[in-house]
């Protein structure tokens, strides 16, 4: 059993993440590595979280996607709902109506990643005043190691 920085709360030591690579590794183990990065680049950046967490609810319309997160221009949804439909979690359905509609949705594939990113921002939420009080005891630290 190990303790944590401050010696208060004992932890145990955390397991080291195993990912699982094609058997006589090289090339192989390569390509496993580079599609896992690139899998998690796409459903780690803050962008995707957020629009996979509003379609959590259902379809909405662009614009609705627009307005519902808080920050990103219309370029970049554009950008980041195109990459999601790529890799078949977003799907988009054009309606035949004037002026024309366009929905986004969540695929079958893109609710099996809701349970893990939600729960990713739970965390970040229950923990986001740690974190800041952290950031500064880190920085006050630096400031006063430069004096």
């Not at 957020?50 to 970049?76: N, V």
């Not at 078949?88 to 986004?104: C, E, F, K, M, N």
């Not at 990113?117 to 430069?146: C, P, S, Y």
Request: net charge negative; charged share 25%.
């Amino acid at each position: 059993m190990t303790a944590t920085a401050d010696s208060t709360h004992p932890a145990q030591a955390p397991r080291p993440l195993r990912v699982p690579v094609p058997d006589g590794g090289g090339c192989g183990a390569d390509h496993a590595s580079s599609e896992v990065r690139r899998v998690l680049d796409r459903v780690g950046d803050k962008w995707s979280v957020l629009i996979l967490g509003t379609l959590s609810s259902g379809p909405l319309r662009f614009t609705e996607l627009l307005h519902g997160i808080s920050g990103i221009s219309q370029r970049m949804l554009t950008l980041n709902l195109r990459q999601l439909e790529r890799d078949g979690l977003v799907s988009r359905t054009v309606h035949a109506v004037v002026p024309p509609r366009v929905d986004y949705e969540l695929t079958d594939l893109g609710r099996t990643l809701l349970p893990p990113v939600l729960a990713l921002v739970e965390w970040a939420m229950e923990n986001t005043d740690e974190i800041q009080g952290h950031r500064e005891g880190f920085d006050a630290k630096v400031d006063g190691d430069k004096g």
